[in-house]
């Protein structure tokens, strides 16, 4: 079992939905978590942000964790088709490496 | 958010020939830096982290005499991919930790490389 799982997808959604990612983990110990977005042949860019558990919200995009079920999610609201990428969740201990999920390649249709 | 500069974007170069990537923390600074791989469709396989003034550390299974990681200053790290051959093409992306305390990791743009 990977320590980290996110289902690859790929996912496709009208334009203007509500998109939902996820990843689970099994290492209890994480306690950062981020999101990644990453556009074709670019490298990863931070969307979310979050320590421990809990909501973030930052404009269209709200990050949750929810440590005791060890998931970690992703809404895009009034989605746009400049959101079309790959979606990678990312967690680590402390000041160490990143255990990444497989990534998530989502596409807004107009 | 805080910017991290890789270059080149794209090379390509002939078998037996070593490549260096650069990467800058253009506006912090960054004891650690990470060296990731990318193949197609997949997720960042971390390579090594580096450490300025001090050896990089290797993932297992990685040649560290293949990749070889210098992290001079704490703005700067490059890796050197000596004597590439056509298996090495592959899409490098590295890393800027910045603050230990909230283990942020920003990217650089990556570096595609092609081994004729």
């Known amino acids: 079992q990977k320590e980290v799982e996110q289902d690859p997808g790929p996912l496709s959604v009208p334009e203007g939905a509500i998109v939902s990612l996820n990843c689970t983990y099994s290492?209890?110990?994480?306690?950062?978590f981020m999101w990644y977005r990453q556009y074709s042949r670019k490298g990863p860019e931070l969307l979310m942000y979050?320590?421990?558990?809990g909501n973030k919200e930052d404009g269209r995009f709200t990050a949750q964790v929810d440590k005791s079920s060890k998931y970690i999610s992703l809404f895009i609201r009034d989605s746009q088709p400049s959101d079309s990428a790959t979606y990678l969740c990312?967690?680590?201990?402390?000041?160490?490496?990143?255990?990444f999920g497989q990534g998530t390649r989502l596409t807004i249709n107009p | 958010g805080a910017v991290v500069s890789q270059h080149p974007s794209w090379v390509i170069c002939k078998s037996g020939t070593s490549v260096k990537i650069e990467c800058r923390s253009l506006?912090?600074?960054?004891?650690?830096m990470f060296w990731y791989r990318q193949f197609p469709k997949q997720s960042l396989m971390l390579m090594a982290t580096?450490?300025?003034?001090?050896?990089?550390?290797?993932e297992q299974g990685v040649e560290k005499d293949k990749f070889l990681i210098n992290h001079a200053s704490l703005t700067l790290s490059t890796l050197t991919v000596t004597s590439a051959h056509p298996e090495d093409s592959s899409f490098y992306i590295c890393?800027?930790?910045?603050?230990?305390?909230?283990?942020?990791?920003?990217f650089g743009a990556g570096t595609r490389l092609s081994v004729l």
């Open positions: 890393s800027a930790l910045m603050g230990a305390e909230k283990n942020i990791q920003y």
């Open positions: 290492n209890s110990a994480f306690q950062y």
């Open positions: 979050t320590y421990s558990s």
């Open positions: 990312a967690m680590s201990e402390g000041a160490q490496k990143l255990v």
């Open positions: 506006d912090f600074q960054a004891t650690t």
């Open positions: 580096s450490n300025e003034g001090s050896k990089a550390t290797y």
